[in-house]
Each structure stands twice: as C-alpha cells, then as structure tokens.
C-alpha cells in the first residue's frame, strides 16, 4: 500500500470481507518489506477491548475481523500471532476478552491471549518524553492495530493513534490524563510505531468511547499511515484535523500525514457510504462538567449518565457543573463523581462509578 491510501470494504460478513481486503491491501507485501520473507516473525494484533462489551455495542473490535486477519496470516504462511490489549482503567481485560468472544477466538485459533495490564514495563523515550510501555509491544516483529472508529467524549475522536493506549500500563493511563492526553498520545505514537491499521468501521459509537449508541456503517478500512487515518475520522465525524490536538502533535513528530485533501480513499469493495452525523452530542453534554484530569472510565461514565438524563428531559435542571477528575484531589465542592472528589458536598463514589451509580445520585440531586 502507498502511505496516502485508506482502502474500504463494505458489506456483512466481516471476517470474509477482511481477508479480501487484505489481499488487495498486500499486507503479505507489508511484512515482507519489514521483516524479510522469513514466515517464523512473531506478529502482533492489537483490537480495542476497552470494556467487557460486544461490539455491537459500539465501543469494542469485533472478532470476526480479527479472525479474518489470523485467517489471512496462516494462509500466507505466518503461524506466530498474538493478540494483545488492556483495557481501559477501572475494566479488567481479561473479562474484556471473555465478553467480547476473544477468549473463544483464542482457543479456537491457537492465538495466544496477552493482557497487558498484567505485563511488565520498560521506560521509552518517545521523541523527548518517557513512557512506560508495555514489554510485550517490542516482543511482536510486526505490529497490526485493530481500533474501532467512534468519537471520545476527551478528544472528540478515537481511532489509531489512541487506540496505542492499551499497550501502556494502568499507572501510565493516569498519568497521560494529568498531562493532558493529546500530548502524550502523540508521543506514544513516536516511540511505538504500528506497521498497519485494520479499522473497524462497522457500528462504532460516533459520540462515546464507551458504546452504547452503535451507528451501523459494515465498513471496514486498511492503511499504513495512523495519522491520515485520523485525519480522514476527525471528517468523517465533522471536525477539523486541527480540533484534535493529538493528531496535529503526532504529524509534528513525524509519524504521518493530515493531509487528507490529497489522499486515495479507494472503496474496493460494496457501495461507499461517507454519510456520518454532525451532532456532536457529546460536546453539548460535556457543557455541564468541570474535567481537570480525569480518566477515560470515569469520564465516560459520567457521560452515559448525562445522556440519560438528557433524555428525560432533566438535565437542564442542573444549576451548576459537575466536578470530575484526579486535579480536585483534596479540594471541595458541590457536586463530584468519582473519589477523587471525595472532599466535596455530594460526590458518587468509586474509581469508576458506574453509569448507575452516577445516574441514580444526580437524579437524586436534580
């Protein structure tokens, strides 16, 4: 493939589809051009299992295209796969791996399951910042992400580039809160480099990392370069390059290109379909919280919460915002979500609450 191409395929059975679309991407070409035509190198698939959901959710990989990838790899002659995610805090993977069919995919395959919030870490230098990276990343010759494109209630997208997150551990997730995300997200991606990208575009939830409200498109994509990837999202999803800072930072560093104006967006397979809502329902619920750190799990629990009582009609009760997030440590307030706001009037505890939890106590309160 060239850097500037996002082939697509569209069309219902997914793990067929894949495999056909890996043929004409060449990823055998790929490999070979990395690793040399030796078939003993040890490959690595990374989905995004960021909660113990199905993917017809919205927020999780579904399975069928990972097995359409280890199916493409054994008949090419690869046999050394792993598979390797963690989820995000306050999940644990390996429930992750058991809801979303992956621990059925492993036995049955023989592809091994690694759960990178049990794996041990070395520091990185990633273009002048250290992260804590999980050892099993630099254990693969080949490196497949496998993200799942759908909005982020943080970063307004998430596709390939965050999508890397699950390779850091637990501690370093916090921390890449606290510095802000889009940053750190972008180095990440300069001292972890993926050598190809299968997106999942077949139900992905265009506002909430999490799922919950699944928009059907049975498209799935494959590329090189993450950042043209994320580029081509933040306008699918209506926002500009620019409106996500990770993606910006990350061609800065050199790790691709946002030049999407000039790329080949080549459908080699069912009817193109580009349509996607505008809403940004998201940013309108977000209106009513104060965020200074906060994690992905929280936050995003939050934000099922709201989006309930949105819908019925409460959430415009609401006098004042919600605090959320590891900077109101030791601080006070009205009202908090998680323990981080432990010293507040009213806070829902937990590290995460569930959407329940958050749900009943604001309900409660309006």
């Known amino acids: ?41 040890k490959i690595g698939i990374k989905p995004n299992l960021v909660n113990p959901t199905p993917a017809q959710f919205g927020a999780t990989t579904h399975p069928e295209v990972v097995e359409g990838i ?17 989820s995000w805090v306050g999940d644990k993977t390996e429930k992750a791996f058991l809801y979303c069919g992956y621990k059925e995919l492993s036995e049955r395959t023989g592809v091994p399951l690694i759960d990178t919030q049990k794996e041990g870490t070395t520091k990185t230098d990633c273009a002048g910042m250290n992260i804590r990276i999980c050892d099993c990343a630099f254990a693969v010759d080949f490196l497949i992400n496998v993200p799942v494109l759908k909005g982020h209630g943080q970063t307004r997208i998430t596709c390939a580039l965050k999508n890397m997150k699950g390779l850091i551990p637990n501690s370093e997730k916090r921390l890449f809160h ?120 929280c936050y995003g629990m939050l934000m099922d919460a709201l989006d309930r009582l949105d819908q019925e009609g409460l959430l415009g009760k609401l006098e004042e915002k919600i605090c959320i997030g590891q900077g109101w440590r030791g601080k006070e307030g009205r009202l908090g979500i998680g323990n981080c706001t432990s010293g507040f009037d009213v806070y829902v505890k937990g590290c995460p609450p569930t959407a329940d939890e958050i749900y009943e106590v604001l309900k409660e309160q309006l």
């Open 1 to 41: 493939m060239e850097r500037n191409e996002i082939l697509k395929a569209y069309g219902t059975d997914y793990k067929e589809m894949t495999k056909r679309l890996l043929f004409r991407a060449d990823l055998k070409n790929e490999i070979e051009k990395k690793c040399g035509g030796s078939r003993d190198v």
């Open 70 to 86: 280890i199916e493409y790899l054994k008949e090419n002659g690869y046999e050394n796969e792993v598979i390797m995610e963690g």
């Open 178 to 297: 606290v510095k802000g995300l889009h940053s750190p997200i972008a180095h990440l991606n300069a001292g972890l480099k993926q050598d190809f990208i299968v997106i999942d575009h077949i139900c992905g939830d265009p506002d909430f990392e999490d799922g919950g409200h699944p928009l059907t498109k049975n498209c799935v994509m494959a590329a090189v370069d993450p950042v043209l990837v994320d580029s081509y999202v933040c306008r699918l999803l209506g926002y500009r390059t620019m409106d996500v800072a990770y993606v910006v930072r990350a061609e800065a560093l050199g790790i691709g290109s946002t030049d999407i104006d000039h790329a080949h967006i080549i459908t080699v397979e069912g009817v193109n379909d580009e349509d996607m809502p505008k809403s940004h329902r998201i940013l309108d619920i977000s209106y009513n919280v104060e965020e200074v750190e906060s994690c992905s799990a």
